[in-house]
């Protein structure tokens, strides 16, 4: 009945492209195994620079550089990985505080919970879906045509054809099932069916006994990789947990600079290699944890598009090569997508599962989209465990994902008031 939406939104559209470049790395005190290279690129002789954080509330000290010469051993990788890499001098260096950072460490902003950070990021979802609820309910009693209006509501949102449908069904059996009558009540069936379709992704990524428990983190350019490793850094460490960072995006040498940015922030080490290959930074990273008995590794990955065969090819060696560091690894494979992509987030989530084996998405930019709705289309189409949502760009924007709450948060206040202080977890 709505051919022309379903074509318009129904499909996917293509995302923008990526691009390449180099990267740098860390490791002070200890002894890293020789990193593995990928074979058509392989690593360049370079330092491997560690940064000792300065601690985020500490005032901005001298910039001081130690150097302690690390012998590397040959490289346990497999023989079409496998390719000599030099002994690397690492270096310890303070990284000094960005002045945009020492501010904000400085004078903290006030905070507000989470639950109202992801009402505020909503916001356009929210009136996007909202918007066309009010008008729909604001002058009409219940029948089809209001439910056909519905259903272009939720296409505009980006639920996705498959969801909508699914939405829609699901109402029009409330509907009679229930004998609705009230705008209310219809909003809150749509609220219900949203939360059951949404459920299924409700799956907090647990961190094993693995030791480190490595997580691989992939996406394609922009989607937000190093920001959200920068604030899964902080909530780790929330947790009592120790982390490490790998810079493994070695193509964007400003990639580079922000993980190293946001290990000083959180005050964590970053393994990084000026110039070098993914694989060899994580495999080194991978090492560098073993000996320090760190719990977690953060591997970043280069921005890439499923249509790059070859970056698509490099990022799956780069998988490879962690399993060669550690078996039992990576623990996590995480995929990062923004928000903002809307349908073509289902190509995407599909590509990267074939490539490298999806176990967890992070949505990203939730804030400032109208396209929230996407999240229904994944758990429809294509559904893997939502372990976290980003809604900004603070430390603390990123948090695990429950579908009460958002639900609630996207038809505040007309259904989520009801249930405030109920089922609507806080998290900050
Ligand atoms: N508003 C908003 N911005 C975000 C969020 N997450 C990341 N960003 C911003 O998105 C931009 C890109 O983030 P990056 O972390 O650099 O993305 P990336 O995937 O590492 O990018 P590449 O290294 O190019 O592949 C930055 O300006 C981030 O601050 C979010 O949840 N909300």
């Known amino acids: 009945m709505f051919g022309f939406l379903k074509k318009k939104f129904g499909k996917t559209e293509q995302a923008e492209s990526g691009q390449p470049a180099s990267a740098d790395g860390v490791d002070q005190d200890l002894r890293a195994d020789a990193p593995a290279a990928v074979d058509e690129a392989p690593a360049t002789e370079s330092p491997v620079t560690a940064p000792a954080a300065t601690t985020p509330a500490a005032p901005a000290a001298p910039a001081a550089t130690v150097s302690v010469p690390v012998p590397v051993a040959a490289a346990q990788v497999p023989d079409q990985l496998a390719a000599e890499v030099p002994v690397p001098e690492v270096t310890v260096p303070e990284v000094e505080q960005p002045a945009a950072l020492a501010l904000e460490t400085e004078a903290p902003a006030p905070r507000r919970s989470w639950g109202d950070r992801l009402k505020a990021g909503l916001a356009r979802t929210r009136q996007q879906l909202g918007g066309g609820l009010a008008s729909l309910f604001g002058r009409r009693k219940i029948d089809e045509d209001l439910l056909e209006e519905l259903e272009s509501t939720l296409l505009m949102a980006d639920c996705g054809v498959d969801a909508t449908q699914?939405?829609?069904?699901?109402?029009?059996?409330?509907?009679?099932?229930?004998?609705?009558?009230?705008?209310?009540?219809?909003?809150?069936?749509?609220?219900?069916?949203?939360?059951?379709?949404?459920?299924?992704?409700?799956?907090?990524?647990?961190?094993?006994?693995?030791?480190?428990?490595?997580?691989?983190?992939?996406?394609?350019?922009?989607?937000?990789?190093?920001t959200s490793i920068g604030k899964l850094a902080k909530y780790f460490q929330n947790q009592g947990k120790s982390v490490l960072?790998?810079?493994?995006?070695?193509?964007?040498?400003?990639?580079?600079?922000?993980?190293?940015?946001?290990?000083?922030?959180?005050?964590?080490?970053?393994?990084?290699?000026?110039?070098?290959?993914?694989a060899a930074v994580i495999f080194d990273a991978i090492s560098a944890a073993?000996?320090?008995?760190?719990?977690?590794?953060?591997?970043?990955?280069?921005?890439?598009?499923?249509?790059?065969l070859h970056l698509m090819e490099e990022i799956a060696k780069v998988r490879r090569v962690i399993v060669k560091a550690d078996p039992s690894g990576p623990h996590e494979v995480l995929l990062v997508l923004d928000a903002n992509i809307g349908q073509n987030a289902l190509a995407q989530v599909k590509a990267f599962d074939?490539?490298?084996?999806?176990?967890?998405?992070?949505?990203?930019?939730?804030?400032?989209?109208?396209?929230?709705?996407?999240?229904?289309?994944?758990?429809?189409?294509?559904?893997?465990?939502l372990r976290f949502i980003g809604v900004g760009e603070g430390i603390d924007d990123l948090q695990p994902f429950k579908a009460r709450e958002f639900v609630d948060a996207l038809f505040e206040p007309a259904v989520g008031s009801a249930r405030k202080g109920k089922d609507a977890g806080e998290h900050a």
């Open 166 to 226: 699914h939405l829609i069904d699901d109402l029009r059996r409330r509907w009679k099932r229930d004998r609705l009558e009230t705008a209310d009540q219809l909003q809150k069936a749509l609220a219900d069916g949203l939360h059951a379709i949404l459920t299924p992704l409700e799956q907090p990524l647990v961190i094993g006994t693995q030791r480190p428990f490595i997580i691989m983190i992939a996406g394609v350019n922009g989607a937000g990789k190093t």
């Open 354 to 385: 074939k490539t490298i084996g999806v176990t967890g998405l992070v949505v990203t930019k939730l804030d400032g989209t109208a396209k929230g709705g996407v999240l229904a289309a994944i758990a429809r189409q294509c559904p893997k465990p």
């Open 245 to 278: 960072l790998a810079a493994g995006d070695t193509f964007r040498a400003a990639a580079r600079e922000q993980l190293m940015t946001w290990g000083a922030r959180n005050n964590v080490a970053v393994v990084a290699q000026d110039g070098g290959d993914a």
């Open 290 to 308: 073993r000996a320090r008995n760190i719990d977690i590794v953060l591997a970043d990955t280069a921005g890439r598009l499923p249509t790059q």
